[in-house]
């Protein structure tokens, strides 16, 4: 095969012990990539106990049988993994990654089938990751008042959903006060299972390996597949939140200026139409706030698509005096762009779009890391043709009416938040 027709998103699927496997050969690549997915996370936690899934995760990699305690991970990692052991969790999904040389591919799948399906699971070191758990949430809260102004945020705009309770795989610090061993156990031994788990291997992965996977998940334990009702989002309770900084402890020196809008997911042919809509629409927002009018020194325009809901949103700091001629431009630019003022900026957009995605340099990890995250949010990987196609079927009409849609005032959320005054 020619290197210009090398698809790096074209995998081959196999079956490993009932398992799923996505696998990916790379000839160049000196090493493979090991992902461990699971169809478990923060939206699968019980209600009062959010951050379970994530306190799980951190559990996991603090002694099994193979590998007694953190420090021995840690030791293997350096030595067999390319210092590589890591995990995370989403509100979709737990992982459990790494990678390794070749010729350390049995002993690596060995340790990680040991630490992610036997873990000890101790009180003492549930103590302390609680304690770190606990840190990581109050760096992401700041403090009491913010904390409570993320919760009526969440409570405000997806009322109906699971997203409502969980801001964050993190949990509250209150929740995570909450979790005990017993829950970790029950939450391993329910969900830890052949049904709910993908494997995904990217690199220097021959023949021999998927026989080695084969062997080594034959007795991965068995169980009910996860089912997930997220339920729907509508409309926000509230259209507008006007705050003081302080009132919420956000202490800015600027005004914030944010709107955003949350609804069930979209078809996925869209998906290419919401990417290039966020690159268009912060540049033609860029260019009027800060480059013709000198309102703030950047805008931000942010899009997410999950399995079942998708956020986009615009977020300007300006100073005090300015925040309402930021408001009303931002809502000039969407209205303009409704009216075809922008369509010849668009078309030179549109080119970028296509020229940054054919020139993308992609290494294994980032092969894998898409691929599983693509894997997540669609159930299915997604070939670069494809996206490349679809990309290029983008239109400035498709364009504008994503963004009439998604900026529909009667939908979304508007965030005003004040600095306070000096004392």
């Keep these: 095969m020619h290197i210009k027709d090398f698809d790096p998103y074209e995998f081959s699927k196999t079956e490993a012990s009932g398992i799923d496997v996505y696998h990916k050969n790379l000839p160049w690549a000196p090493c493979i990539h090991i992902y461990f997915t699971f169809s478990v996370g923060a939206f699968s936690d019980p209600v009062g106990k959010e951050g379970l899934a994530h306190f799980l995760e951190h559990m996991v990699g603090n002694g099994s049988p193979l590998l007694p305690d953190k420090k021995a991970i840690k030791e293997f990692s350096r030595i067999y993994m390319l210092n590589s052991q890591n995990a995370f969790t989403g509100h979709y999904q737990s992982a459990y990654i790494g990678k390794c040389l070749p010729e350390h591919f049995p002993k690596v799948l060995e340790a990680m089938k040991d630490y992610v399906f036997h873990p000890y699971l101790r009180p003492e070191d549930a103590e302390h990751e609680r304690k770190v758990i606990t840190e990581e949430a109050w760096s992401r809260y700041k403090n009491a008042k913010f904390l409570a102004y993320a919760k009526e945020v969440s409570t405000n705009q997806f009322h109906g959903h699971e997203r409502s309770r969980i801001a964050s795989p993190l949990g509250w610090p209150d929740t995570v006060q909450k979790i005990d061993t017993d829950d970790l156990s029950r939450f391993h031994k329910e969900t830890y299972i052949k049904e709910n788990l993908t494997v995904f291997l990217v690199g220097a992965v021959e023949d021999e390996h998927l026989a080695l996977l084969t062997k080594a998940l034959a007795d991965i334990p068995s169980g009910e597949k996860a089912t997930l009702h997220p339920g729907t989002i509508e409309k926000p309770l509230e259209s507008r939140f006007e705050r003081q900084g302080a009132d919420i402890g956000h202490m800015s020196e600027q005004a914030s200026f944010v709107i955003s809008r949350a609804l069930s997911r979209a078809i996925d042919e869209e998906e290419m139409v919401g990417s290039q809509a966020q690159t268009f629409l912060k540049d033609a927002l860029y260019e009027r706030l800060r480059i013709e009018q000198s309102l703030c020194y950047g805008v931000s325009v942010g899009i997410s698509a999950y399995r079942d809901y ?98 529909d005032p009667e939908f979304v959320f508007t965030e005003i938040i004040l600095p306070g005054e000096k004392k």
């Excluded at 956020?311 to 762009?337: L, P």
């Excluded at 995605?357 to 997604?382: A, Q, T, W, Y």
């Design 310 to 407: 998708e956020i986009i949103g615009i977020s300007v700091d300006t100073s005090r005096d300015k925040i309402e001629t930021v408001e009303k431009e931002v809502w000039n630019v969407i209205r303009e762009i409704k009216e075809g003022v922008w369509e010849k900026r668009f078309e030179g957009i549109h080119a970028l779009a296509l020229d940054q995605m054919r020139s993308k340099e992609r290494l294994s990890g980032n092969i894998i890391e898409e691929s599983s995250d693509e894997f997540v949010v669609r159930g299915r990987i997604i070939p670069l043709k494809e996206m490349l196609k679809k990309a290029e079927a983008v239109t400035y009409d498709k364009v504008r009416e994503f963004i009439t849609r998604m900026f």
